[in-house]
């Protein structure tokens, strides 16, 4: 199956040239690694061909699906963000993942790697609903697993939301 996130430059004249994407859980599943799972995304791609290199700079816009940090619960998070890449035509593999080397016979380009790096680059550092909208159920659940060793059964036995999250199993 061709990638329908490959790009054919070969034909394309030196200058630039747009191009759009929309990613939705098709492109999160085709990434075995994907920390994200779910989306609503619109890339837009500047694609600008030189005689030796294509420089891509990539926008992206939407909604991702992920778990919230205090409940665990999927979520969607608001993402905005941008990436450049520059494909260079050469022999020599590169250390700098902004630039990526591509073989001299190349006609093409797939662009989902740079596009999900665009889209890691873009998540915040932690991501949770706002306070109320939590399953606090959950997060009491979660609170009471990553609880100190030290809190004594004792008070579990007597606390009547403990009695209530055992009956939840
Ligand atoms: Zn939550």
């Known amino acids: 199956m ?3 996130y490959t790009i054919p430059f070969v034909g394309l004249k030196l200058g630039q040239h747009l191009f759009d994407f929309t990613l939705d859980k098709t492109f999160f ?3 075995p690694y994907s920390l994200v799972d779910d989306g609503k995304l619109v890339v ?3 694609l600008e061909k030189k005689e030796t290199m294509l420089v891509a700079s990539f926008e ?4 991702v699906s992920m778990p919230c940090a205090r409940c665990n619960e999927e979520m969607s998070q608001k993402i905005k963000g941008d990436l450049t890449v520059y494909y260079v035509l ?5 250390e700098d993942e902004n630039l990526i080397v591509i073989p001299r016979e190349s006609y093409e380009i797939d662009v989902q790697q740079s596009m999900y790096e665009m889209i890691m680059l873009a998540l915040p550092a932690r991501s949770a609903h ?5 399953n606090e159920e959950m997060v009491r659940l979660i609170e009471q697993y990553t609880s100190k060793p030290n809190s004594t059964d004792d008070n579990e036995s007597i606390d009547p939301r403990w009695a209530a999250l055992k009956n939840l199993n």
């Not at 992206?60 to 909604?63: A, I």
């Open 44 to 46: 837009k791609l500047n």
């Open 60 to 63: 992206v816009k939407g909604v």
């Open 90 to 94: 050469g022999d020599e593999e590169s």
């Open 2 to 4: 061709i990638s329908p």
């Open 29 to 31: 599943e085709s990434l």
């Open 130 to 134: 706002k306070k109320n909208e939590c």
